[in-house]
């Protein structure tokens, strides 16, 4: 039976534009599921029930991972966290994990940006009318409640991982950061010193998205990756 993997966007994206040369890569050999994540693309879940975003969506993507199969789950920046949290939680799901774009935890130096960003996201029908046509073009009228949900969530209430949850989790993982954001730099020293077990790397001038911004590199060290394990 050919092996899934489960890809999982960040924020404001889709399975397909966030993971385009991962797909036609990774589809000759894995069977792939590109997710829209819930509010994003042609995902209309959209029931919290109260519950924050990124605990609706962990619960939402177990369900989902329970009902289609064990993979490996890829997952950049929100996917990412989601990722994780699936992986400590529900470890007989998951084959593995390859995290892009992470961070367990936020900076007090990254605070202030992500205030900022805050700002200029919930205010951007002011500031940027194209990017928000953009964002309504790609995900329908529920765009700005996705939008603010999510950048509720990853600001006010990130979902960190300690340091005992690192050195616990039990499945193989791979975490690739892009050499540019200084912050991504020091979360993958630290993820591997918590957890000496888990493989880490860096791409040489990739930023945040470093499966889009170094696509071939990114893919063999992923290939390789789930090869070895």
Not at 181 to 194: D, F, N, P
């Amino acid at each position: 039976m050919t092996e899934k993997i489960y890809m999982l966007h960040g924020f404001m994206g889709t399975g397909e534009l966030h993971f385009s040369d991962q797909i036609e890569y990774f589809n000759q050999t894995y069977h792939v599921e590109a997710i829209d994540l819930p509010g994003h693309g042609t995902n209309d879940h959209h029931h919290l029930d109260n519950k924050e975003y990124f605990e609706y969506v962990v619960e939402w993507f177990t369900e989902y991972i329970n009902t289609h199969g064990s993979g490996y789950i890829l997952g950049l920046s929100l996917g990412a966290s989601i990722a994780i949290h699936t992986a400590l939680r529900q470890p007989f799901l998951v084959n593995g994990i390859i995290l892009t774009g992470y961070s367990p935890y936020i900076t007090e130096s990254l605070e202030e940006v992500m205030n900022k960003q805050y700002e200029y996201f919930m205010n951007i029908k002011e500031h940027d009318r194209e990017i928000a046509s953009y964002f309504e073009e790609i995900h329908g009228d529920q765009w700005f409640t996705t939008l603010e949900r999510v950048l509720h969530t990853m600001t006010y209430n990130y979902p960190s991982v300690s340091e005992e949850k690192i050195k616990s989790l039990s499945v193989p993982t791979l975490l690739i950061n892009g050499s540019n954001e200084q912050h991504e730099i020091s979360a993958t020293s630290y993820m591997h010193k918590c957890n000496p077990d888990m493989e880490v790397g860096l791409l040489p001038g990739a930023g945040h998205t470093a499966n889009m911004d170094k696509p071939w590199l990114y893919n063999q060290i992923v290939k390789e990756f789930m090869e070895n394990i």
